[in-house]
């Protein structure tokens, strides 16, 4: 019998997403370059299909996985992003590929090379993108999901991704999760949703993973903070984490930071996370945000501020040489009888700053949303965000309650709930910041949110000081606020001082 699916590429997530859509039903054939991958899925469906027929037909060649397809072709790429999605395209093309195949890229593509990929590609075959988040678990037993582009391509796979994402309990709001093999969770919403035309689905995910730079900076400055200040141990501050994961922080990220810090090495038996090398790695997608952020003006400090930490932490050799000359402040640790008053305070500053990467990238979203022309559905990327995917947290139910009350809201500072929520904690977000700020403690992610914060919502800036500034040093003109936007103003500062009012 015929495959529905054709996969290429059965890396980590290639193959967790091939034996999801097994267990979903769906007949796969999947080919790799690297035939021992071909053997890795064939093996495991082996193990985990018990006496059932073979689910997935492992191929050969481009030739030989076309050949083991139902007609017109649906192919899934699990491959890195780049050069080898043109490559593989190429391939197809070479092979046959037509008018009505789909082809999918889930890698995390660079979401200008999508659209492009669409325009080349447009009357061969339908080039659809379908950004993934969840990790290798996420893939195997339900991903988010953020497809995008052709809406024939849509019709046809949205029976898929449906099947094989990550599913909510519509009345909670939580995740229903079931990680056993041939047991996939059928119920509740699935956490997939066209996002938009070609281009839409690689720019939210890769919005995702800018807020996802942020969440995991915020967290870790909350731990550097904690240890610092009251001398923690890192299974004290996993047990900190496991309580902050009952409330408004509870998210996936906070829960696997908590498993972090409580495992030991196997080596050594220290701490795994005094063992690990303090060099962060990236792929690049929280740069892209950062980078994309600063292209159209829309500030997501918080992200650029993590990618800047990351970058800082590579600094090692420099950091270590630094370390001896440049003196900070003593720590003074802090008292028994503050200390719960003090992670209370950590505790806030964490949800507040949260709030405000967040809002930066709705915000960002929804300002290259209007420049592109994407109509974006914020309610409905929050909700699937709600499970799958890495940045999933209770939180985002609140987002999607946001937009759901306002679909054009701005900015998510705006909401009521959300000023509420950083009105009613912003004095513990501030001391948590002076304490870290005291000790010495590096707060970059903190400490630009709160800055984002107090910018966001102040009618008046001292961008009128250095609109002088330009004026004075270049003739830059500048606006008056007692005169409509567009007029322009010189002084001329080096003669009589008198004003020019520009045609
Ligand atoms: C996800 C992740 C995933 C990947 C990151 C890691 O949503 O599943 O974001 O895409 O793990 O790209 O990124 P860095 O290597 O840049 O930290």
Redesign the pocket.
Known sequence: PLCQIGLIGLGVMGKSLGLNLADNGYKVAAFDLDTDKVQGILSQDEIERGNQDARIIGCSSFEDMLSQLEKPYLIILSIPAGKPVDIVCAKLLEHGISQDDIVVDTG?SLWTDTVEREKQYNGKFIFFSCA????EV?ARFG??LMPSGDQAGWARLEPVLEAISAKVDPKSGLPLVNNEPGNPVKEGEPCAAYIGPTGAGHYV?MV??GI??ADMQLICEAYQSLRTALNLTPKEIAAIFREWNKGPLNSYLIEISAEVLDQDDPITGKPIVDVILDV???????LWTAMGSLEIGSPAMAVTASVYARCLSSLKDNRIKASGILKGPAVKTVPESEKQAYIQRVHDALYCSKICAYAQGFELMKTAGEQQGWDLDFAAIAKIWRAG???RAVFLQSITDAFNKDKALANLLMDDYFAGQIEKFQENWREAIVDGVRLGVAMPCFTSSLSYYDSYRSETTAANLLQGQRDFFGSHTFERVDEPRGQFYHINWSAERDIVRLK
């Open positions: 995390n993934v988040s969840g990790g996420g991903p988010s995910k995702h993973n996802e730079y962060a790695g990236q792929k690049g997608t929280g995917c890495i940045i």
